[in-house]
């Protein structure tokens, strides 16, 4: 009766990534069994993910000036205001969301791939078989490393989206740096950096535990590991964007 149910599958989908979170966690104090990896993901989702989070960084706070004044392009409001809504909305939402999307193609997918292969090609039951635990050795420093590092990249691409939103504005004329400086600190509030670093760390925990749990849990050779790492993909993307509605709604 149960197996018949329209939400049975859903149901087990989230009973196995809730099982296998439990056993992260129980695992999480085996640092012996995965430091070595933890310090690998963190050079993996931290260092390598720089570059790509430079880029979206400066584009997007870029053309957020380029859209703001776009739109406030009246004498009614000075132009010291385009750099309080850019650097607010950059600080609040788009370094946060924006970052976490593009990890979500690059980090999630790299680890729901690199697990996958290990699973179908009968490397987690080798490993298992040795006498390792194999969630501490794989899944945790990856989770972690993700909980760890995503802040990090959240500040990053923060600092680089004011920075391409004051280039912008100086080289298309809009405004100059001293007054976009000028309306980003009168609408300055700590309360936002903490709210973001929140963000931040909520979505770095919803990419690596998704795409861990479809990767350890991939099956059927070669396409499976692609249909894993789709769905890794594509169901942190969505998730994130939830939790980042339910954290305006509670938070804000």
């Given at each position: 009766m149960i197996s018949n149910f329209p939400g049975a599958a859903g149901l087990r989908e989230f009973g196995r990534y809730a099982q296998l979170l439990y056993q992260a966690l129980r695992s999480s104090t085996e640092y012996s069994t995965y430091h070595k990896n933890l310090f690998q993901e963190f050079v993996k989702v931290g260092y390598e993910s720089i570059p790509i989070i430079f880029l979206t960084g400066i584009f997007t706070g870029a053309v957020?000036?380029?859209?703001?004044?776009?739109?406030?392009?009246?004498?009614?409001?000075?132009?010291?205001?385009?750099?309080?809504?850019?650097?607010?909305?950059?600080?609040?939402?788009?370094?946060?969301?924006?970052?976490?999307?593009?990890?979500?193609?690059?980090?999630?997918?790299?680890?729901?791939?690199?697990?996958?292969?290990?699973?179908?090609?009968?490397?987690?039951?080798?490993?298992?078989?040795?006498?390792?635990?194999?969630?501490?050795?794989?899944?945790?420093?990856?989770?972690?490393?993700?909980?760890?590092?995503?802040?990090?990249?959240?500040?990053?691409?923060?600092?680089?989206?004011?920075?391409?939103?004051?280039?912008?504005?100086?080289?298309?004329?809009?405004?100059?740096?001293?007054?976009?400086?000028?309306?980003?600190?009168?609408?300055?509030f700590e309360s936002d950096i903490i709210f973001g670093l929140i963000k931040s760390i909520v979505f770095g925990f919803v990419i690596t535990s998704i795409a861990c749990y479809k990767g350890y849990y991939a099956f059927g050779g070669a396409e499976g590991v692609g249909t894993a790492t789709t769905q890794a993909t594509v169901l942190s993307c969505i998730f994130v964007l939830l939790a980042d509605f339910a954290l305006a709604a509670i938070l804000l």
């Open positions: 957020l000036t380029l859209q703001t004044a776009y739109q406030l392009d009246t004498d009614i409001y000075p132009s010291t205001i385009i750099g309080s809504i850019v650097a607010q909305s950059i600080v609040i939402e788009l370094a946060a969301v924006i970052s976490a999307l593009v990890l979500a193609g690059k980090v999630g997918a790299r680890m729901s791939t690199e697990l996958g292969t290990m699973r179908v090609s009968e490397q987690i039951d080798a490993l298992e078989s040795l006498g390792f635990n194999s969630v501490s050795f794989l899944v945790v420093p990856r989770i972690m490393a993700g909980i760890m590092m995503f802040p990090i990249l959240y500040v990053t691409a923060a600092v680089f989206g004011i920075i391409g939103g004051i280039t912008a504005g100086a080289v298309d004329g809009i405004l100059p740096a001293a007054e976009f400086l000028e309306g980003a600190r009168a609408f300055f």
